[in-house]
């Protein structure tokens, strides 16, 4: 219970407590003021002693250019992790081979397409030509940006073979398509 005296006006007791709790709650303030200007780099060169409010503005500064550099870092990663992905897309099986067959008479064109972790279809293909009996003449690998481009050329050495033709793309075309199937 509040003692108070004459008039309504608190007792001393009470202004004693009050007074005690707003030293407590001061003090308190004083020691998070602290706690965080110790956070801070030492950015003063003179060695003055900041007030309390210089030293809240100055943990606001840091504060602000700790976030800046937090955003510019997120945006770096982001755009080395999207250059990270467009690299592994370059060799990834996302995009499907293609094969582009072009019979000439008794020449045949195969343009192949595919990306750097389906090299080997290149060879397989050359293997179904000779299979096929049908010789390769000329045998071509470049990277040409994402994918890789395979060209060959070969030759249909009898003409006896040249019914056979259609079937033998049929077989690489069903080859390329099955992603590397054995045919």
């Known amino acids: 219970m509040a003692h108070h005296q004459q008039g309504g ?29 110790s956070l801070l780099p030492n950015n003063n060169p003179r060695g003055e ?22 955003k510019m870092a997120q945006e770096k990663k982001e755009s080395l992790m999207q ?11 996302s995009e499907a081979p293609k094969t582009e067959i072009r019979e000439m008479g008794s020449s045949l064109q195969i343009i192949l397409t595919c990306g750097l ?11 179904i030509l000779h299979e096929e009996n049908i010789e390769v003449k000329s045998a071509h690998s470049s990277l040409a940006g994402n994918p890789m481009l395979h060209v060959g050329h070969a030759e249909i050495q009898q003409p006896f073979q040249l019914g056979t033709t259609a079937m033998s793309i049929e077989r690489l075309k069903r080859f390329v398509d099955g992603r590397g199937e054995n045919f």
Do not use: W
């Open 9 to 37: 006006q608190p007792s001393s007791t009470e202004g004693i407590e009050r007074r005690i709790v707003e030293k407590n709650r001061r003090n308190h303030m004083k020691d998070l003021c602290s706690k965080l200007n």
């Open 49 to 70: 002693a900041l007030s309390r409010a210089d030293q809240i503005d100055e943990a606001t500064n840091y504060i602000k250019n700790l976030e800046t550099k937090v």
């Open 83 to 93: 250059r990270k992905r467009s690299r592994s897309d370059c060799s990834s099986t």
């Open 117 to 127: 972790d389906n090299q080997f279809m290149f060879s397989e293909v050359i293997r």
